[in-house]
Each structure stands twice: as structure tokens, then as C-alpha cells.
């Protein structure tokens, strides 16, 4: 009312230090009430901070209902989700909203001189990557042999706005995207059917998850799956068996012929060195007859 003494608490700035977070937005609304009194109640505004709520799934969130109006008749916070008040003054109020679990919205709501007004805000829920599952089936298989990487994400959200990626190395192998998935706590699974490379022994498959929140405000989150090796059994080609298995023939051969050629030079040594000792025992025996005749 004009002239009214009581038209704003007793100090402005009293006020605006207890506003929570600083999330009044009001300076146009008191500066049109400081120098136009009483016309507060048919032009009063509601606010709301903060006006984009996004929360975590299963946590809390202040939020602040605030008004212009400097003597509202009634205000409050409309939502399907718990909620609890704590604290308030003529022109705000500061509740605590619970177990968030869900895409929703809320209301503010004032009502001044007879009239109600309200400001709606968005409530989006999220849930990172908490644990992203890589399996390779088979393990091992041959050059050449199909196998497949599977990569699956148990709980998530929101689903549309995550991207599994899955990497060889840092190779990107497959991406995939769930643009126009359902709202609510999902489980992200995708499966890539590929081929046996000789290098794809040397490097690890891992899976990333990221989570792209940065059209609702906030940072990307992404988590990466523990890496998995992938055996590729590379068989020996035709020809080099071929190859190998006269080279090993070769060998046996030579090895065969060198110990019948040592038998061979050995026998022929030991007949010489026989024939050598009968040639000189028969020496002897006829000098010693020769000696007897003589006697």
C-alpha cells in the first residue's frame, strides 16, 4: 500500500544476503516497487531458481521459488516428488527436492492481491555409465575367422544421449548412438561382427561409453570398459610346410649318410691296421726259425 513503512523487510541488502545462491533475479521488480509503491500486487512476477534442473538420479535439489510481490497471500513449490521446506521468507521460499527419479516438471507458485502466478522449470535425470561390459566371442580364432565384440552398458540416463564406441587400439572400430530412445533407467548393448586381422593380436579391444550432457548444461561423462585380447592363431601357407618339410629331409639324409660313411672309413682303418700287424708277426716267426737252424 503506498506509504506503507513495511513494504520491504527492514533492510533490502538483509534480504538479498538471504536469498540461497544468490538466485533472486529480481533488481527490475524492486527497482519498479521502490519508485512505483503499491503497484506491486497487479504486476508481480514469479521466479524460480534454478530454472533447468538437472539432477542426478536418486538425488536432491534446492530449488528457490521467489517473487516479486512484497506481501504474497500464499506460495509454494508444486511436484510429484518429495519435497521439504527449509526456509522462507515473505518473498521466497527454499525447498529441497528429494530421490529425484524421474523427468518431470515443477511449479512456483505466488498469490498476490487475489490474483496467482506461476514459473515452470524442467527437471531432467540423469545416470552415468557405472559399468560398461566388453566380451569378445570366441577369444581365439583364426586369421581370417569371424568373431564378435559386444559392448553393453547395464543402466543409463538418459539413453539418446549416450555414444558406445568400440576401439582397437585407438582405432575406432564401431560407433553406435540411441537418438529417439524411450525415456527412463535402460540398458545400452551393441554388437559388431568383424573379421580376423594378423594385427589384431598386437592391440587391445576396449569399449568407451560417454554420456554428452552438454545440452542440459553440464560436462560429458564417459567411462571406458576394461581391454580385452583377441588370440589370432596364424597358420603355416602350403608352400612353406612344403618347404620346411625338405629342408628337414635334407637334413635326416646327410645325417644318415655321415654316420654309414664314418662306419664305412672305420672298418677300412681297422682292416688296414690288421693287415699291417700280420705282415709283422710273420716277419718274427721266420727269424726266429732262422736262428734255431743257425744254432
Known amino acids: 500500500m503506498p506509504g506503507n513503512p513495511r513494504l520491504f523487510p ?150 539418446e544421449k549416450l555414444t558406445l564406441t568400440l576401439l582397437h587400439g585407438n582405432r575406432t572400430l564401431h560407433k553406435k548412438t540411441f537418438a529417439g530412445a524411450t525415456a527412463g533407467l535402460q540398458e545400452a548393448l551393441t554388437i559388431h561382427n568383424t573379421t580376423a586381422h594378423r594385427e589384431d593380436g598386437n592391440h587391445n579391444f576396449s569399449c568407451k561409453a560417454e554420456l554428452d550432457l552438454k545440452s542440459l548444461g553440464q560436462s560429458s561423462i564417459w567411462k571406458v570398459s576394461e581391454p580385452q585380447m583377441l588370440k589370432v592363431h596364424v597358420p603355416w601357407p602350403d608352400n612353406q610346410m612344403v618347404i620346411i618339410i625338405t629342408v628337414v629331409s635334407m637334413l635326416l639324409f646327410l645325417f644318415v649318410t655321415s654316420i654309414l660313411l664314418c662306419f664305412i672309413f672305420g672298418q677300412q682303418w681297422h682292416q688296414r691296421r690288421r693287415g699291417v700287424y700280420g705282415v709283422q708277426a710273420a716277419w718274427r716267426s721266420l727269424r726266429r726259425a732262422y736262428r734255431v737252424q743257425a744254432a
Open 10 to 159: 527492514a533492510s533490502l541488502w538483509t534480504l538479498l544476503e538471504m536469498a540461497p545462491y544468490g538466485c533472486w533475479g529480481l533488481p527490475v521488480a524492486l527497482l519498479t516497487l521502490l519508485c512505483c509503491p503499491g503497484s506491486g500486487e497487479k504486476t508481480f512476477k514469479v521466479y524460480m531458481c534454478p530454472e533447468e534442473v538437472v539432477v542426478k538420479r536418486g538425488e536432491s535439489q534446492k530449488i528457490n521459488c521467489s517473487t516479486s510481490c512484497p506481501q504474497p497471500e500464499a506460495g509454494g513449490l508444486e511436484t510429484t516428488l518429495s519435497k521439504e521446506l527449509l526456509h522462507e521468507q515473505a518473498q521466497w521460499k527454499l525447498f529441497l527436492v528429494s530421490n529425484v527419479s524421474h523427468n518431470t516438471l515443477m511449479h512456483c507458485y505466488f498469490t498476490c492481491g487475489g490474483k496467482q502466478m506461476s514459473k515452470t522449470a524442467n527437471v531432467s535425470v540423469f545416470y552415468p555409465p557405472k559399468e560398461v561390459l566388453l566380451k569378445l566371442q570366441p577369444t581365439w580364432v583364426n586369421l581370417g575367422g569371424s568373431f564378435t565384440i559386444e559392448c553393453r552398458v547395464p543402466d543409463v540416463v538418459p539413453l
